[in-house]
């Protein structure tokens, strides 16, 4: 039923683009999405999906539209790759830790451990489907052993087979590629979890300081290979260290322990013609936000609005920040007359500057394929018509 899907493509509105080319003139898409956060001129801002691998659907819409699975990126003509931009096959976690294994399974749910010693549970039905119910580091000894065995950045495996091939591919990409950073709060967590993490903080300072420098003075041995081969246009770091209450550590734990190893991002970016250090956190991040930036990070999504991120208030607050997403994903379940104001706030945002409009994160269940294709059709519209620091 592919036909049917792609019989969809008909139904694509080039009017607005048509128009906005005749004015501006064209930039690649990896230029857009540069200068965009960097707060260059443009001649109009990406339009990329932010949340979801190529051609990613929620599944109840293979039901509503058979064959959208293989096509739902070109309907709607998202640009870039992955969520806009892309990231390497270079291993960037613990390496050499063998199989995951299944320990339970029934009709519900699968339980695996890795072989780092990390336990989780995958739910087979619903939005939420993954959570770590054990972690890999209990005492310091677990964490010595994980770092001897784990963490060499020399690992030959480390780099994909084909990276050569790899390499030719990417220097002739006209879409942004990411050096990848599983962060410094981010790889914490997944060594001890967050409840764990908390008290470390406190019990055993040094061990905390351990992990989370030893894992950036890894990365960054790996990437200093990677920039041998190839321009990046930007490295992220994922934390997910708030909740809709704030940041789960304070700024003097921030500041202790976290801005240090951004410093030496920062430092590598510089080095390396690299202008944009993107940080992905869910949560209330406004006030997370100011630490980032005086810690040499330039631009951070998704700001959920749920969570009480409003992203007019943080562009005007921090002027220099690039945002991506920020825009309500539960308007999508509502109907097009709150879409359509959505969507509209979207185009004022645009107009701020350093802003790339996306929903602030992937859908969940309760929402359409009818109303998430009419959602971004909208938005493709206001940004094909609508030029970054204007008023109009």
Known sequence: MLFFALGLLGRRSSLGERHFK???GAMTHRERFVRTLTGQEVDRVPFIKVFGGKNQIVPKWEKECPGISQCIDEILQFEGEHRGWQRTDVNMELSQVGETKIIEENESRIVQGRGDGTVEIIQKVGDFHRYTVEWPVKSRKDWYQIKERHMQADDPERFPKDWPEQVARYRNRDYPLQLTHRGVYGFARSMMGDINLAYAFYDDPELVHDIMDSYTDMAIAIWSKMVKDIDFDLI?????MASRNG????????????KPNYLKIASFAKE???NIILVDSDGYIENLTELMLESGVTALYPYEVQAGNDVGRVLDRFPSLGVIGGL???????GKKE???EIERARELIRKGRYIPGPDHFVLSDVSWANYRYFMERLREVVMTTKPGTDF
């Open 22 to 24: 005749g004015i501006w």
């Open 236 to 240: 992220e770091c994922w934390e997910d």
């Open 247 to 258: 940041a789960l550590i304070s700024p003097a734990t921030f500041r202790e322990f976290m």
């Open 272 to 274: 390396h013609g690299i």
């Open 328 to 334: 309500d994903k539960n308007v999508m379940a509502k």
């Open 339 to 341: 879409i359509d104001r």
